[in-house]
């Protein structure tokens, strides 16, 4: 047995987990959980990059003696280093407004449709890109001689080394998924000087060891290498779906749900394009061929609206609550904002003519509903964009605890929904971690340790797809 530290970095919270890996086991444990609270500044939304990394290091305090260290976190945003090495300002935080409009002024440029075709990203408004764009007047980047991924800065000042890991790098919207390397031309007509990026590493591939400082504050004898994980969460929950074969569909849920297929080799079609599918890197030359849907976040800003209420209170409310009764557009960038979130599904249902959700179990179960909805038509159109057809969707992440949420999920889809780990992306970072140490063997034997060793729960579709239909016709006649 050998213990591997996860450092797995969520939009509302941070979490140190320690696998343990042997040669048919697997088991993963909770060192250190803290919040990650975004804060708002005059200046916008802004990630509080330092408590972050004390919360990484009293984890690691946490974790004890481990073989390696990994790291993955959401994705696109990224901190600036000036030529001393030191950070210049506080990450801005992707629901930051200042990428508003911006996305067209890079259109003007180079179309949406051409740069869909060398990019394979949907269009989001908060990919580096925009985010880049948006920032080109600003002093902190005409003083920036580094840019590194929120993952690749943590990685950096716990071992003093600097790399751009893949899987997050596709994110930017500045890597071409055929050659899985920079898109040169894009960033040249956009001004992006590609020369910000520290080279690109893969996941597997060593990151340092732990410096000696940090080795003395977390009391860890070293040396302790970090080793490149998928580094986009999203990677390594993939990676750690618990499939068999290759007819399947995953939904990665939490504060998004990201849902599609996995696939060999990108689809880079128009049709594609406008149905917002996204083309990330995976591991092992895979894509995850994606779209992104508002997810748990819709629900869990109306519970800060709420003042926080028990979770299990409200699933009970909106499981007495009536099915199917108003649905809204969960991929819609309306809800992409924090505030007033109730008011704001609300308003939707009100100006698409549908009854308005009042009381708080309503109110949960139109998100919900919506969710359902909303995974329902991502997995029917990644079968139908990239001709691949599957007979079960794995569920994996946080929405794993809400049983309510597969349960429609299934339903809506029409397919079984095996529901895996809640930290699968914990999970995945792991095993590549215990993969890179020669543990394990390739992304299907990852798989089959999964399937082997971690409790799955099965949802079978109950029927009246019918309903299903009617809800996904009404949204379309918004
Ligand atoms: C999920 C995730 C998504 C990405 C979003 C913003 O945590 O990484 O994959 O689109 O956050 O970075």
New binding site residues.
């Given amino acids: 047995m050998r213990s591997y530290a996860a450092v797995d970095l969520?939009?509302s919270s941070g979490r140190v987990m320690v696998g343990r890996v042997g040669a048919d086991s697997l088991e993963l444990g909770e060192a250190h959980r803290f919040p990650n609270r975004p804060v708002r500044v005059p200046e916008g939304l802004r990630w509080d990059a330092l408590a972050l990394y004390a919360g990484v290091l009293d984890g690691l305090r946490a974790a004890g003696q481990v073989a390696s260290v990994g790291i993955d976190s959401?994705?696109?945003?990224y901190g600036l280093l000036d030529a001393d090495g030191a950070l210049l300002g506080n990450p801005v935080h992707?629901r930051d407004a200042r990428t508003e409009g911006v996305a067209e002024k890079v259109w003007a440029t180079v179309p949406a449709g051409e740069l869909y075709a060398a990019t394979g990203i949907q269009y989001?408004p908060?990919n580096t890109l925009y985010q880049l764009t948006a920032a080109r007047a600003s002093h902190q980047l005409a003083h920036a001689e580094r840019l590194l991924l929120i993952p690749d800065l943590l990685s950096h000042w716990l071992t003093g080394e600097q790399g751009t890991e893949l899987t997050n790098a596709s994110?930017t919207q500045l890597i071409d998924p055929r050659t899985r390397t920079w898109a040169y031309g894009i960033a040249e007509r956009l001004g992006v000087d590609l020369a910000l990026f520290a080279p690109l590493r893969q996941p597997g591939d060593p990151a340092g060891t732990l410096r000696p400082e940090v080795l003395e504050e977390t009391g860890l004898g070293g040396p302790v290498p970090v080793t490149a994980v998928g580094s986009?969460?999203?990677a390594s929950a993939v990676a750690a779906v618990p499939a068999i074969g290759e007819r399947f569909a995953y939904i990665?849920t939490?504060?998004?749900s990201?849902a599609g297929l996995e696939l060999a080799a990108p689809v880079l079609t128009e049709e594609s394009r406008a149905a917002n599918f996204s083309n990330e890197l995976g591991l092992d030359g895979t894509v995850r061929y994606l779209r992104?849907i508002m997810g748990l976040w819709l629900l869990q800003e109306c519970q800060r609206a709420w003042g926080e209420p028990d979770l299990g209170l409200l699933l009970r409310e909106a499981g007495a609550a009536p099915a199917l009764r108003s649905v809204v557009d969960a991929g819609d960038e309306v809800f992409l904002a924090p505030g007033r979130m109730p008011q704001r599904i609300a308003a939707a249902c009100r100006t698409s003519g549908q009854p308005v959700p009042a009381t708080r179990g309503e109110i949960t179960r139109c998100v919900l509903d919506s969710l359902a909805l909303a995974h329902r038509r991502a997995v029917a159109d990644a079968q139908r964009l990239a001709d691949r057809p599957v007979d079960v969707v794995y569920v994996v992440g946080g929405g794993t605890r809400n049983a309510l949420l597969c349960q429609l999920t299934a339903d809506a889809c029409g397919l079984p929904v095996v529901a895996g780990a809640a930290e699968a992306a914990a999970l995945g970072n792991v095993l590549v971690q215990a993969r890179a140490h020669g543990l394990v063997g390739d992304l299907a034997a990852m798989r089959g340790l999964l399937t082997r060793t971690q409790p799955l729960t099965r949802y079978t579709p109950r029927g009246d797809a019918a309903r299903w239909r009617a809800a996904e016709a009404r949204l379309a006649r918004r």
């Avoid at 959401?74 to 945003?77: C, E, M, S, Y």
Wanted: net charge negative; aromatic share 22%; hydrophobic share 40%.
């Fill in positions: 969520g939009a959401w994705a696109v945003d992707y989001a908060f994110t986009h969460d999203t990665c939490g504060t998004w990201l992104n």
